[in-house]
């Protein structure tokens, strides 16, 4: 398996709290995705970054930010959390982006109540 | 607006059978076609991929078929096993210099009884 961690793994919080998942690889790949899955919607991308301090917006970004300090580390921020953010967050990573692989991290259950 | 249709939403075969599981778009830039494979409590992985410029690509029990001018997508699963039991989306993306966005169907939950 490719090294990806993910944490939390399992999050509760309350409307309105900011909360940050954190996502860290070992394989030094250059990029990294968010994305969340949601029954019916299957995986949608929320943010993605190409590099150190490089990212861009993905299908669903709005109430989301991120930031990417260390290739190793890629944070998701909810500024003010909602009960429509509630979902399965993944973290992807692909050694040159493009149409390389993307591998997957174990995910983030998130339940806002 | 999604892009990428996938159907059936569910799917049960019985053990030895074919497996099918059906995508359709609209976007004729997209130029890349993966399936991911997601087990329970998982995250997915690739299973195989297949550009435009071929109608079929094989990999074991494993084939996508693509019809370019109906644009359509298909993956055949051959002699199903119960390990073959997983959530299938497909995906497509457009090139764009390394900047290339997956775009996911929605999923397949394939169960396959014994």
């Known amino acids: 398996d490719a090294g990806i961690t993910q944490s939390p793994r399992h999050k509760v919080t309350e409307t309105g709290t900011p909360v940050t998942l954190r996502c860290h690889q070992t394989e030094n790949h250059r990029y990294m995705y968010w994305y969340r899955q949601d029954p019916g919607h299957g995986l949608r991308l929320i943010h993605y970054?190409?590099?150190?301090?490089?990212?861009d917006k993905g299908e669903v970004s709005d109430g989301y930010s991120v930031s990417r300090s260390k290739t190793e580390d890629f944070l998701l921020t909810l500024e003010s959390a909602t009960s429509s953010q509630t979902s399965v967050y993944f973290c992807?990573?692909?050694?040159?982006?493009?149409?390389?692989?993307?591998?997957f991290g174990p995910g983030t259950r998130l339940l806002v109540l | 607006q999604q892009q990428v249709k996938q159907s059936p939403q569910s799917l049960i075969v019985q053990k030895g059978g074919i497996s099918i599981i059906n995508c359709a778009y609209e976007n004729t830039a997209f130029d890349y076609f993966p399936w991911y494979q997601q087990f329970p409590g998982k995250g997915p992985a690739l299973l195989i991929a297949i550009r435009p410029d071929v109608s079929e690509k094989k990999e074991g029990r494993f084939t996508i078929s693509f019809n370019k001018s109906a644009k359509q997508f298909s993956l055949h699963i051959m002699d199903s096993q119960p390990g073959d039991s997983a959530t299938y989306f497909c995906a497509a993306s457009i090139s764009n210099f390394g900047n290339e966005k997956l775009t996911f169907g929605t999923g397949t939950r394939l169960t396959i009884i014994p």
């Open positions: 970054s190409y590099g150190v301090k490089d990212t």
């Open positions: 992807a990573i692909s050694e040159s982006g493009g149409q390389e692989t993307q591998y």
